[in-house]
Structures are given as structure tokens and as C-alpha cells.
């Protein structure tokens, strides 16, 4: 590992290396139960500020970049990743437990992710630009009107546990605000740090080869939720991005209401997915279903936010034959490693207190673990348990399902009434069930950001007419999407600019430029 | 006046006239200073609900309608209101004071506006539909995608006291929600609960002479502060907008915050919509700028949100001059009517509070008033004592404007960043400006939503490229605009659809439909 690549255990404050004066912490290997050199410090208020300062500072003269100069600078970021090489492939690892082809996939994603909203940057028409021209002889005249979309301010965006690179600091957040003209402040997700802090380097040294202010992007160490608390109340800070708890989400929405002036807060937070097998489907491929199933409920130890939690079918043998079929095909998967301990604990607390409600039987029953090491858990209830409990809806973080045995599609959709906002619900039918999936549909419409049909919702593509967000509590603001090029309208606002000379309009609304739609 | 245009003093909940069973009031006529006939009644909990309720059951077949039937429906409910003849004009000028040309030249627009939004809805775009075509070869495969927007819900409109229709119960966020599916439930302003009435009722006749479901529009009638609060914390209810008292908008901001799902709240609440006299536009124009000032300040007895309310210019004779002529042209301006009784006396208590102020001269003392007439006033002081009061950016609503003589532009600038957010900056500018112009450019817009260069605030136009909207307080969410097009995006979310057969597609989302970008 040549010295560039050595972490320091710094943060990274207007484009300087800056050690936190509070608490140290180190990151944790999941898989070898043990700590990874070397030591973090948390940064304090003032280095909070100060990095919220400079971000401030850097606002005008970012945001004045063009198009180009943005797209170049994100691609830069991606290189600067890729040229990281192994490095950062063997510190996630150590860092999250996940394996290496799951993280070099991320890190093409988030590579890619960058690249995506360079070529949006490049096209235009992402700052909606709309012009009404003057009408001198209407009564009264009409004056022109042009409108842009320009950034908010600031962003503060914090690392997820766990996608440590396409959610984290160079995630899909950085990567929208960055493409909107916002300067970023990151916080590292203490669980993995050194992760995050070469990723970090890797876009404070493009900042620096494009010219840009130092204060385009900051990275904060720390442990604690002091720090979160500072960043967000800060008055720089215009917008929040968080992907993680329930809890950590509405503690995040609470200090954003509260300040003197609110901001907006995009916090990804809960999701059980629904997956309903509509009867002929089931019927005709209720073994290759569940297959499936098992795969995407194991699929990175179930740790992901569209991992599918709930599954809904109509009682009967293939029913029977199905929840058989899940449940032997995860009996017969080894366990996998957890991100964080905290997070292997909450697992077991999770499919513990499920296994114990009232009308909730066991289909597989994980091994009790001490390490971070988790199995899957598959759990069975009626439509009318579920109906009856408020806590059989809840997400267990986690390798665990719950199949519902419904007595009709009815029952189905009054299940899909009363649950909470999701991610993503999935319809597994066949040409037979078209009826059902319509009574179904506005329902969802409502209740979820993306409907999928015969396919499973792990695997969250990155692409134009992709919503990776949902109504409260999947998401805090259902209005948006984290994944995808409309992610960038998140950081976005109006401003409209009334009977302006060509000589003080901004370049980007000028006529004939590129954009104008 | 024909027995359909009585006046009954009946709320409207899903399609039926409804007599609230809590406290009566009545209409108050400020300029004669008399209770109008007859009494209204304020709704109770259960009647707010079953309006909610019915918003609720008609969400799904409204939104399922085509954009070509809401856009009839829009018009439709335009030609309503225009066939309520005189009686419409006549009950608003008795309830608000404001003269005939005005209230023809307010219907005008708000005709106009919901002619706009079906023009939209003809078009299609608004949709956002975007498409991602299946990649079948890659590895691994991607899914076709298709996102469209679809809308939040049911929306809780409150009608503003000073433009009784058009941003009341048919103003722009009811055309706004209506447009994109949503139904209404409207609060009727209880300064005008006639006006109110007479406007709901010509929507509950194109509700039902198109066929809608009747809760696709509710009119709520009643005072005091818990109808309102009821109305929002209705789990139904998916998104606010409000036009208002700062204190009442904060209020709905912290009830929608609270609900146990949080939903987005749209309030317009308080803007001093600062006016820059670039120094050579000031020497060469002032004397006809202190006339447009004049009249903006004036035109709606100063009732408008984009009232200019503090004027900034640099010190010298120019500025003298300019400041005399202000005061001189509105001394001689007889007084108004101002809304309410209760607007009158917040303005006569606004204007002694801001005269009081340290380093505070009055150039033009309002003469006191004991009835609703309000005469302007002109209050001047230096940017050092801008600088450091905390209470001269505090709005007074109503004719009053606060001149400030500044030392150069770097204290304009300087004044530019202690504001608050605003709905408006105005630059008045001349050629020689445009270095000035630039330089205080790049915090405008970040302070404002709409900057004008030679004109005058007040006069918002209906059109694709208006903001009217801004940072926060200016509104609670300066991510959009309340009036224009744009105004739509505030009640929509997106939905993604994964790899759905055309069959199960909605209609919108298939090939070859208008609207695909």
C-alpha cells in the first residue's frame, strides 16, 4: 500500500487534513471480531462549523461553474475512486464484511452513479429552464420571465452503514448535490471510517485538480450523535441526506423542523417490501418463486432497504408448498456477516420479539449467534394476525421474512391499506392474475415509490425513470428519489428572473444555450 | 340576486350543503363598517372528518380520470364562477373592501389560472414520464422502467384573507391540486365566507356536472384555530397550502410535523421584498421611480406578499430627493380599506412599533384610524442601524415601507445577507448599474425566489416561468412556486413501474401516449 493510500484517521475540513479533538474510535472487522487500525477522532464544534463555513463559502463560485466544468469534476471524483484500486476494495471489506465482487459491484455503481449525472450536467435540461417572453402590448404589459433551477446551499449527507461507497460519502447524495452546485459535508459512518476517509481524499483531491474552492467538500469524523445534531442545525446547511434507522431519521427530521429555518431532510429509513403472489403465479411457479425469494432476502445478509420483509399469498396446498419451499431453501444457506455487531444484535432482538407475537408461527428459526454472523429466519402468520397486531409490519433489519396466508385478494388489499410507506412493492402473477393486480395497484400507487412486476425488489438500478424513495416512513419526504437522475431535483429550487437585461442574465439562461426545453 | 346565488351560510361536504354545528359568525363589511348577512357556523370534528374521508374515497377515481377530463373539469369550474355573475363581485367587495375593478380584474385570473392548468394538462408533460427500456443482454439483466408522477393526495387548501378568489377556494393551489388528482378540502377565509361559498358552490356543480365523485372537492366553513388543526392532522390529508400570518403558517408547519406521518405543508407567510436603487438609475430615474414605488406600495391598500416594504439606496442628495418625493407623492394619496378590522389594527400597531425603533425617522406618520382605513406611511434609516436592529425586517402588512440609506453596495450586499428569505428583490438599475447589479446578484438568489430589474414587485403573473415563492419564511418550502405551472409539482410524488406488461400499465405510461419527454 504506498503511502497515499495510508489512512490517517483525519478528517477533511476545507480541503485540509484536520484530527477531531473528541472521542477516538476505531472500525471494526465484523468477520474476524476484531479492530482495525488506526484510530478516528471525532471533530468538535468548531471544526463542525468550520467546515459548514467553508462549504458556505464555496457555494457562489461552485454554483457559478458551468454544466461542463461540474461534469468534469464528477468524473474526476470517479477516477480519483478508481485509481484507489485495491486499497479500497480490501478496507471495505474489512470494514463491513461484505464480499469483494458485492463491493467492486459498488464501486462500479457509484462510478457510474457520478457518471450518470455528469451526462445529465452535459445535457441541460435538468435546470428546467422556462422562458416567458415579454408582451409590451398586452394591458397590462407582460414583462419576460425566465426561471432556472439552482442549488439549495450546502448539503449535509450522511454515510450509510450499509452501502459503504454508492451511499455514502461519494454516494448518490454527494453525487446529486454535487451536480446541483452544492457544496457537500459528509459524515463518515463510523462503521467504516477508513473507508470513507479514502473515498473522501479521492474527492478532495479532485477538488483541488479542477480548480474548484476547498470548501465544495468536507468530510467529519466521529462517533456519537452530538455531531449529526451540530451538522444539521448548522445555518449553512440547506439540506439533509440520511440513509439508515427509523429512529436516526425522525431524530434528523425533528433538529431540521426545529432550527430557525427549517430545511428539507431526504432520510431513507424503513421498508418491509411487500411481495404479493398473486394465485395463478403461485400456482404455476410457486417453487421458482421462492427460490428467488430466498436469493433476494439473502442477497448482502439481508441488510439491504428493499429487502423483501413481508410476502402476501392466498391460503391453500401451493401456499403450503411455497412457505415449505422458502424456508428449506434458506435452512440451507450458510450464515453471513453482519455489518456491525449492532447491527447482528438488533437482528436477533428483531426475529426474537416476531417469534413471540401472538398468531406467529416459526417456519426457521436462525441460530442464536454471539459473533456477527446471522441466518435467515422465516416466519408465518394469518392476514387476519396481521390485520389485528401493530407490530408484525415492522422491519426486522435483516435475513427475516413473514408470509401471510390471506383468505382472498380482499384481504390482501386491505393488508396493503394499512401498512405504512414503502420502497418498493412486488407483484409475482401470471396473465391470470391481471385482475387482481388491478384492484391492487392504486392501492400501492399510493403506498409505494416503485412497483415491481415478476421480478424481486433487491437490486436497485441506476438509471433515469428509476424512484428509490416512498411514501413516510420509507422514506421522510415521498416527493423524491435517491437513486436515479431526478435525485438531483432534491437539492433543487425555482428562481425566476423578471425583465433582465442580456447583459446580467445568467450565462444558463441566455438564449441559445443549451438546456432550453 | 336569483335564489341559486343566496348566500346560505352552509359548509359542503361530499356533495351536500352542511350546516356546521359549533360557533356562528358572520361576514363583516370594513368599508361600512357592518355584520353581513347571513350567519355561518363553524363545522365540528366529525363534519371536518367526513369531509376528509370522502377526499380520501375519491382519490383513487379522481387521479384514474384522463388529464383531458380534469382539464374540462378545471375549465368547467372556471365557467361556474364566471356564471356567477355580479352577485360574486359584489359579496367579495362587501366582505373585503377591495374596489370592483380589482375583484373583475382578481376573477379574471383566477379564471385564467385554471384555464392554465388544463392547457397543462392538455399537454402532458407534467407527467415527467420517462422511460428506461429493458437491457435484456446485459449482465445482469435490467428491467424496464417507467416513472410517472402521480399525486400526494388530498389536499387541505386555506384561503388567504387578501385575495378572496385567487388564492382562495378556487385560487392556484386549489387549480394546482386539482390538476394533478388531487382532491381539496378548502378552509373558507372567515373574512369572506360568502365569496367562499358562492366559489365552492360553482365547484361542486362542475364536480357533479362531470361526473366526479362528490368528495373530490369540500368546503370547510368556521373560526378559530382548532378547525384548522383538525383539517391537517387528518390522516387523509397528504399536503397544506396556505397563505398567511407567519405565526399561523409556523403553527401548520408544526402540526404537519407532528402527525404521526408527516406531510408537506405549503405556507406563504411573510416577505419585505427588498427594492435596490442602483445609484445611477437613482440619479437619473428617482423621481419616477418614487412614483412607481408610490403606487406599487399602495395598489391594494399594501395587502400584497410581494409588497415592497424596505427600500435601499445610497446616501446622498439622489437618495434625499428620492425619499421626499416618496413620502410627498403618498401624503397626497387618500386612505383605504383594509381587509379586516383585525389586519387594520395589526397595521396601526406595526407602523407605531417600527417608528418607535431606535434610530428610526418618520417621514410620512400614518394618520391614526379608528374604522378599517389605513393611510400609508414612509419610515427612514441607515444600513448601520439596519444593520443592527433585529426588528426592522419584521413585515408590516399594509402601505408601509421602511427606506434605508446604505454607505456603498458592499452594505447593501451586506443587508442582503441578514434577510430572511423573500418572495421578491427588485433591482432598480441603469447601465452604469450592472457591476453593482452583478455583484449583489449572487445572494439574491439565494435569498429570493423572483428577482425583477426595473419594475415593481407587486403584479405576479400567471405564467410557466413565475416563481412566486422563496426561501424560508418568504414560504415554508422555497422548493416551489404558488402560482404558474410549476405550481403543480407541490402536490406530486413519483412512481416507478418495474417491468410491467402493457396491460397492467397505466395508460399514461404506455407507448405512443402524449406527454413521453
Known sequence: MSSILAISGDAWINGQAVRGTQASFQAFDPAQGVEIAP??????SSQTDQACRAAHAAFDPFRATTNMQRADFLEAIGAQILALGDALI??????SGLPRARLEGERGRTVGQLKLFADLLREGTWQDIRVDKALPERAPPRPELRLRMIGLGPVAVFGASNFPLAFSVAGGDTAAALAAGCP????????????????GRAIVQAVADCGLPAGVFG??????????AELVRHPAIQAVGFTGSRQGGVALMAIAAARPQPIPVYAEMSSINPVFLLPQALAARGESIAAGLAASLTNGVGQFCTNPGLVLGLAGSHFEHFSFSVAKALGALPPGVMLTPGI?????????????????QTMLEPVASDTCKAFPA???????????????????????????ECLDVDEMLAITEQLEGQLTATLQMDAGDLEAARRLLPALERKVGRILANGYPTGVEVAS???????YPATSDGRSTSVGTAAIQRFLRPVCYQNFDEALLPQALRDGVPGHS
Chains 1, 2 share one sequence.
Open 39 to 44: 484510530a478516528f477522532y471525532t471533530v468538535d
Open 90 to 95: 480490501v478496507r471495505a471489506m474489512a470494514e
Open 184 to 199: 457537500v459535508v459528509a459524515k463518515a459512518h463510523p462503521a467504516h471510517p477508513g473507508t470513507s476517509e479514502l473515498v
Open 219 to 228: 468530510l467529519l469524523t466521529g462517533i456519537g450523535n452530538a455531531l449529526g
Open 344 to 360: 447482528a444484535a438488533n437482528y436477533q432482538r428483531g426475529v426474537a420479539q416476531l417469534a413471540g407475537q401472538d398468531g406467529v
Open 378 to 404: 422465516v416466519f408465518r402468520t394469518t392476514g387476519a394476525a396481521f390485520l389485528a397486531s401493530t407490530t408484525l409490519a415492522e422491519e426486522v433489519f435483516g435475513p427475516a421474512t413473514l408470509l401471510v
Open 465 to 471: 425513470a428509476m424512484v428509490h424513495g416512498g411514501p
